[in-house]
């Protein structure tokens, strides 16, 4: 999946970042015994307790998202708010990359019950 991108400074989602949870709530919706991974960035431009924080709010934007209007179960989305050192593009500080200023879903299989 294509990673949902958002603003410098902000946790909206616009239209266009919207096609990617709709992707997601699409597939999940086909295949119960899936779950859906959040990684979460945010650039530098903040610092440490202010990117994890916004990275966490844009993770959660976008698990509500697929909870409200798509109507996928809370327990099949995790979300994982990532450190600097784990940006998609890391050049120092302070980096405004736009992919730095996302979030990617990655669609996990669930084990079998049972199994």
Do not use: C
């Not at 616009?14 to 295949?31: C, Q, T, V």
């Not at 650039?43 to 109507?71: H, K």
């Not at 996928?72 to 050049?91: C, G, H, K, N, Q």
Request: charged content about 20%.
């Amino acid at each position: 999946m294509n990673p949902i991108l958002f603003k410098t400074g902000q946790a909206a989602l616009s239209a266009e970042g919207m096609a990617e949870p709709a992707k997601a709530r699409d597939y999940l919706r086909g295949h119960p015994d899936t779950a859906v991974l959040a990684f979460a960035d945010s650039d530098t431009r903040g610092g440490g307790a202010v990117t994890r924080a916004l990275a966490a709010r844009r993770a959660q934007v976008v698990r509500s998202a697929l909870i409200a209007e798509g109507g996928i179960a809370a327990s099949r989305i995790f979300v994982a708010e990532l450190p600097e050192t784990d940006l998609p593009i890391f050049a120092g500080r302070p980096v405004d990359g736009q992919s730095n200023r996302s979030v990617q879903l990655v669609l996990l299989a669930l084990r079998q019950r049972g199994h």
